[in-house]
């Protein structure tokens, strides 16, 4: 999963031994982080946009979304603790991980920008 590319990520289900228990949706409200509750996202929880940095083990993942208003958002996961060809895990969570648009890495110039202006503000450890 290479950075650039456009993809819907999906909660397919919390991680077997999960630190922190998934919300229910009646707990989550989009837009405000459930770990300040305890808990990490809702099983089914699903985002569409860039990954702005390749997926690995030991980084987290960021994807750049556009929300309603036409602002961009960032998703970041905790640390990815292993890939697999079609998603990856956390310590909390089971995600799979689509390609929804043009080829792995086409957008990878927009991610590298996004960056560059998100980097001191909003992303620690990239």
Do not use: C, H
Not at 15 to 25: E, H, I
């Amino acid at each position: 999963m290479k950075a650039g590319t456009f993809v819907k990520i999906t909660k397919t289900k919390p991680a077997p031994d999960a630190k922190l228990p998934s919300a229910g949706w009646n707990e989550f409200t989009p837009g405000e982080g459930v770990a300040v509750q305890g808990l990490s996202l809702p099983v089914d929880y699903e985002i569409e946009g860039i990954l702005l940095a390749d997926v690995e083990v030991g980084g987290s993942v960021y994807v750049a979304r556009a929300v309603p208003s036409g602002a961009i958002r960032l998703f970041s996961s905790t640390p990815v603790v292993s890939v697999t060809q079609n998603g990856f895990a956390t310590a909390n969570s089971i995600y799979r991980v689509e390609v929804i648009g043009g080829e792995p890495g086409e957008f990878a110039p927009f991610a590298e920008e996004l960056l560059r202006e998100l980097r001191p503000r909003e992303i620690s450890g990239l």
